[in-house]
């Protein structure tokens, strides 16, 4: 007789402006997206697959489990419906509990409030203490209460801290992107890991150790732990499995010439210690040096990728013209090379596509630090 399937809700966390990628990545992971939001993928699959997708996605940020959704107009309703939902199944007694609520266009919406109700209705099922995101050990379990017209959705966190933690990054220099932004980024690039992959606007090195990663097929997620593994009862059986897997997958011998450079030394510096940590430093070739200096090796052709600074800032655009200009410069110079590079100003962005004198084969924007950054491809 066949099994069936326990399907939960699921809802993965993107980046805002890369959720196809995302997506494609999901699929290519075994779960079928059926709903798309501005930064967020809803998909329903077993337990079995949101560890899978914990352990594999680049480009999510965090995964939660969807528990419930009901009307709630009142604290009562709320409490009553909270009390009924499976929490004794997932929360080990005396787990420690981040709450967060938001309230938009609903009867209840004094966050407080929400956030007490749901504690209390919690506690009858399975005891829990509550403590601020500031005093979230790494165990701690994240809960988040929506409510919008009146609708309340509550989900319980399966991955932990955010996914971009991969464990290996601890130094970062200014304005460093996310893991999870730079993985989709590359995929969206349609980087497959086997070409040279430079960045001569590295910082603290996050394309090339993301490309390392990928190039290695090392899992995201094999260095880190997730809120489900303190979770009262998950399948640990399957889930060593699913790591003993992804360990066999792992090839660093595959791993093609890959190169971050910066100006900067200190940001040479923090990009191998992360290098060191993610025990990449023989897979990446760091230098301090100047992007007009950088020497390329020209041939195999392979991808360069580039977060210039943006020059969001009054007076910066002037003084950044001739760093876009250098850029495109050695751009326009890597023949059969193709090139990704990050922008916030359509100025600066102009003089580089001016430079590099190639028409760009696409463009995606997404959201980083409150700014609205395009990528270009070459
Ligand atoms: C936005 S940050 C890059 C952040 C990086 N993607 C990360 O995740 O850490 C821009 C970097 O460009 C470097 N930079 C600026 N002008 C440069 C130049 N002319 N040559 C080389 N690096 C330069 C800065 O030192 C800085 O580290």
Same mark, same amino acid.
């Given at each position: ?11 993965? /966390? ?6 196809? %990628? ?8 075994? *779960?079928?997206?059926?709903?798309? &939001? ?17 352990? &594999? ?21 709320? @409490? ?16 420690? /509990? ?11 919406? &004094? ?14 099922? %399975? ?17 988040? +209460? ?14 932990? !801290?955010?996914? &971009?933690?991969?464990? @290996? ?67 640990? @059986? ?15 011998? !595959? ?20 290098? #060191?940590?993610?025990?990449? #430093? ?8 100047? *992007?007009?200096? %950088?020497? +390329?090796? +020209?041939?195999? !052709? ?7 600074? @943006?020059?969001?800032? +009054? ?39 001016? /430079? ?16 609205? /950054? #395009?990528?270009?491809?070459?």
């Amino acid at each position: 007789m066949p099994v069936r399937k326990r399907l939960l809700d699921f809802l993965a /966390v993107v980046t805002p402006g890369l959720e196809e %990628v995302a997506k494609e990545e999901l699929t290519a992971l075994g *779960v079928e997206v059926s709903e798309e &939001h501005r930064g967020g993928l809803g998909f329903r699959a077993e337990m079995l697959d949101a560890m899978r997708v914990n352990l &594999h996605a680049r480009c999510v940020g965090r995964l939660w489990l969807r528990m419930g959704r009901f009307r709630a107009g009142a604290v009562p309703e709320l @409490y009553n419906r909270t009390a009924k939902l499976p929490w004794a199944r997932r929360l080990a007694p005396e787990s420690v /509990v981040v709450l967060r609520a938001h309230a938009q266009r609903s009867r209840l919406i &004094h966050t407080g409030r929400i956030m007490d109700a749901v504690r209390d209705a919690i506690n009858t099922l %399975v005891p829990i203490k509550v403590v601020a995101e500031a005093d979230a050990p790494p165990e701690a379990q994240r809960i988040l +209460i929506r409510l919008v017209d009146n609708q309340c959705e509550i989900s319980l966190d399966t991955s932990g !801290a955010l996914l &971009h933690r991969r464990g @290996y990054r601890q130094q970062t220099g200014r304005a460093p992107l996310r893991e999870t932004t730079a993985a989709a980024l590359l995929r969206w690039a349609q980087w497959d890991g086997t070409t040279p992959l430079v960045d001569p606007m590295c910082g603290s090195g996050t394309f090339v150790l993301e490309g390392a990663l990928m190039a290695a097929k090392k899992a995201p997620g094999a260095e880190r732990r997730f809120a489900f593994e303190f979770w009262r009862k998950y399948d640990a @059986y399957n889930w060593r499995r699913l790591g003993t897997e992804a360990k066999a997958s792992e090839d660093f011998g !595959a791993v093609p010439l890959l190169m971050g450079s910066d100006r900067n030394a200190e940001a040479i510096k923090a990009a191998r210690g992360n290098a #060191t940590r993610a025990g990449l #430093t023989q897979h990446i070739n760091f230098q301090n040096v100047d *992007v007009q200096s %950088v020497r +390329i090796p +020209i041939s195999p !052709a392979g991808l360069l990728v580039c977060n210039p600074p @943006y020059g969001t800032r +009054i007076g910066s655009r002037e003084s950044l013209d001739p760093v876009y200009r250098q850029l495109g410069a050695r751009i326009k110079a890597l023949t059969g090379w193709r090139a990704m590079v990050l922008s916030a100003d359509s100025t600066l962005r102009k003089t580089l596509v001016s /430079v590099v004198k190639r028409r760009p084969l696409k463009e995606v924007e997404f959201d980083h630090g409150g700014l609205k /950054v #395009t990528t270009t491809l070459f």
